[in-house]
């Protein structure tokens, strides 16, 4: 069984930074890519940043420039350091994984949540 746990979510005033983590743990074959989701109150839920093993970077327009998404591949953790952090950033922020399981099959898997909250 494949586990995503978050960390790092909190609440922060307008213009400051947090540091999100997502560790992917149990067994598996390998990783193709990472990403991070947000979903705000009313809203649906939509993608803040991807990392593909070996791919390009890709970022919602909304946070470019502000976030960064980065892996540690011997670790199986991705990261999102979001800076310059505005009230509409506020949501819960979900940890994305798309893998190949020990069956070689596929699979995308979500991790709970971490609530991010700003201030102004």
């Known amino acids: 069984q494949v586990e995503l746990v978050e960390s790092g979510g909190g609440l922060v005033q307008a213009g400051g930074s947090l540091r999100l983590s997502c560790v992917a743990s149990?067994?598996?074959?390998?990783?193709?890519?990472m990403a991070w989701y947000r979903q705000a109150p009313g809203k649906q839920r939509e993608l803040v940043a991807h990392?593909?093993?070996?791919?390009?970077?890709k970022y919602a327009d909304s946070v470019k420039g502000r976030f960064t998404i980065s892996r540690d591949k011997a670790k199986n953790t991705v990261f999102l350091q979001m800076n310059s952090l505005k009230p509409e950033d506020t949501a819960v922020y979900y940890c994305?994984?798309?893998?190949?399981?020990?069956?070689?099959?596929?699979?995308?898997?979500w991790g709970q949540g971490t609530q991010v909250t700003v201030s102004s």
């Open positions: 149990g067994n598996f074959f390998s990783i193709l890519a």
């Open positions: 994305n994984t798309e893998i190949v399981n020990v069956n070689r099959g596929y699979a995308v898997l």
């Open positions: 990392i593909p093993t070996g791919g390009i970077l």
